[in-house]
């Protein structure tokens, strides 16, 4: 398995709370992503890292910002949580080669829940 | 932009059967198409990449299927165990950007 862990695992706050979600990984891949799991939309793509500092929006930003000042950490950050945020959110890392060969490798998941 | 359909969205079989999952996708502009396979709870584990250039992959009692000019794959899944229980995705490579669709829940009854 790829070495990519997610922490915290669970969290619950409150509707109003800055909440930071970590994502660790050993591989040294370039690219990493975050992502929200919600029932009937599949997985959707908050943002994106392609390097150290280099990050980029998905379709689903709005509320979100990351940063990533080390290879190995991506960090997603809810400036101000609201109950709509409530999801399961993957990291994932791919090495960025832009070919066919690309693929993803994904944490094991964090389920937030914002009251 | 790119949309990922997967049909059914939910599908319930007895042990043994032989079944197809479709995924269709609206941009056929990829560089490859992969399944994932989630269990409950669990993160994405990646079953079979099938690269633009290719019609199919194998992979044990998994083949997927890709014919990117009609923007479909089909993964087929032969004698249906219980362990085959869980949710599958399908997501479309595009320039390190990759687009899931929502899933088939599959249920393999015994």
């Known amino acids: 398995d790829a070495g990519i862990t997610q922490s915290p695992r669970h969290k619950v706050t409150e509707t109003g709370t800055p909440v930071t979600l970590r994502c660790h990984q050993t591989e040294n891949h370039r690219y990493m992503y975050w992502y929200r799991q919600d029932p009937g939309h599949g997985l959707r793509l908050i943002h994106y890292s392609y390097g150290v500092k280099d990050t980029d929006k998905g379709e689903v930003s709005d509320g979100y910002s990351v940063s990533r000042s080390k290879t190995e950490d991506f960090l997603l950050t809810l400036e101000s949580a609201t109950s709509s945020q409530t999801s399961v959110y993957f990291c994932a890392i791919s090495e960025g080669l832009a070919g066919a060969w690309e693929t993803q490798y994904f944490g094991p998941g964090t389920r937030l829940l914002v009251l | 932009k790119q949309e990922v359909t997967q049909i059914p969205a939910a599908l319930s079989v007895p042990e043994g059967e032989n079944l197809v999952l479709n995924c269709s996708f609206t941009?056929?502009?990829?560089?490859?198409l992969q399944w994932f396979r989630q269990d409950p709870g669990k993160g994405l584990t990646s079953l079979l990449l099938i690269q633009s250039s290719q019609r199919e992959q194998t992979s044990g009692r998994l083949n997927a299927s890709l014919d990117k000019s009609s923007g479909r794959s089909t993964l087929y899944i032969a004698a249906s165990q219980p362990g085959d229980s869980a949710t599958y995705l399908c997501a479309v490579n595009t320039i390190n950007k990759f687009y899931f669709g929502s899933g088939t829940k599959l249920n393999v009854k015994p």
């Open positions: 941009d056929s502009a990829i560089y490859n």
